[in-house]
């Protein structure tokens, strides 16, 4: 199947500061999702983007976070002002318009301390 | 609001036996797709079975099928002939669309142990 990947693989913050988390999709895919996972949890939406612009998104996606695709071909997630409980791994997903399966790409593991 | 509700938090097999894990799910949709994620340590997000739910055919992908009973809402996966390998969480999620949203919703997720 299409590969994503994501960007780092592990990001080591301090409380308060700015994070940009990267994910490139092989393949040319019109869907990207954020998902995140703390540990031990269930996986849980974020946002969803569609023909550049947000399509859906979860109440846990307030102002602090935010989505662009600024070259057409990277998909970031910014968190503004890092807090502990962002702490998670983060993954992107990226499904096919003819599609209804996402795929994930393998997360960014998130600590902020 | 869709919820998907996983009641097993873990479950144990010995190798080539075979094992169910169970998914339960409430929405009011009638046409959706269900799916099986595994997640070995790595922490990827692997697919292991997609299910249409207009689709009354159960999916079925290698040694891994699915029992999907839409009136009851119920959509378990049935690992036959389990390897070491299987052992992960598996996460069941229910997806639908409206529109331009398709958020998948998961469930909390089964640790699968693979014993010799």
């Known amino acids: 199947e299409p590969e994503v990947t994501q960007t780092p693989s592990h990001q080591v913050t301090q409380m308060g500061q700015e994070v940009i988390l990267r994910c490139v999709p092989i393949?040319?895919?019109?869907?990207f999702y954020w998902y995140r996972q703390i540990l031990g949890q269930k996986v849980e939406f974020l946002v969803s983007?569609?023909?550049?612009?947000?399509?859906?998104k979860s109440e846990i996606f307030d102002d602090q976070f935010s989505v662009e695709r600024p070259d057409g071909s990277n998909f970031t997630l910014k968190i503004r002002s890092t807090k502990l409980e962002d702490s998670a791994m983060y993954f992107c997903?990226?499904?096919?318009?003819?599609?209804?399966?996402?795929?994930f790409g393998p997360g960014t593991r998130l600590t902020v301390l | 609001a869709q919820t998907v509700t996983q009641s097993q938090p873990e479950m144990s097999v010995q190798e080539a036996e075979t094992v169910t894990l169970s998914c339960t799910y409430d929405?009011?949709?009638?046409?959706?797709?269900l799916f099986w994620y595994k997640q070995p340590p790595s922490r990827q997000m692997i697919l292991v079975i997609r299910q249409e739910a207009y689709k009354q055919q159960n999916a079925t992908e290698n040694r891994f099928s699915v029992n999907f009973q839409k009136a009851a809402k119920s959509f378990s996966l049935k690992i036959s002939d389990s390897q070491l390998g299987d052992a992960a969480m598996y996460f069941c999620a229910f997806q639908y669309f409206a529109g331009t949203a398709s958020k998948l919703t998961f469930g909390t997720g089964t640790r699968l142990q693979v014993t010799l």
């Open positions: 929405t009011s949709e009638s046409d959706y797709y």
């Open positions: 997903a990226r499904r096919a318009l003819a599609e209804d399966t996402q795929y």
């Open positions: 393949s040319n895919h019109l869907y």
């Open positions: 983007f569609y023909n550049n612009e947000i399509s859906e």
